[in-house]
């Protein structure tokens, strides 16, 4: 709501406005660097899971977390099927809603 010009003078008002313009830049701003703090979480999750991972299944965990089915994360890998299932399994994200029907 715009306060009544009688009460204010005409730089009060100018400067109220260019508060409001600046104070919603940052809310914007503000949302957008939310939503890469909450990417570069997700990314540096996979960065740490990846790192605690054995070499030869370092591979597997990867194409598992990108979303890949247990028959190509097998084929791909030169592992079995149920090794294949496992690393799907241990690769699932507890803090995303994913099920378990849609990796595979």
Not at 1 to 21: I, Y
Not at 36 to 47: I, Q
Not at 67 to 80: H, K, L, N, T
Request: charged fraction near 30%.
């Amino acid at each position: 709501m715009e306060p009544d010009p009688t009460e204010f003078s005409f730089d009060a008002l100018l400067e109220m406005r260019q508060t409001r313009h600046r104070l919603d830049e940052l809310f914007g701003r503000h949302e957008s660097l939310e939503a890469e703090v909450v990417a570069l979480r997700k990314a540096l999750a996979e960065v740490r899971a990846f790192a605690q991972v054995s070499p030869m299944y370092g591979e597997a965990v990867a194409l598992a977390r990108r979303g890949f089915s247990v028959d190509a994360i097998a084929e791909r890998c030169g592992i079995s099927v149920a090794e294949a299932q496992l690393v799907n399994a241990l690769s699932i994200d507890p803090t995303t809603d994913e099920k378990d029907d849609e990796r595979g």
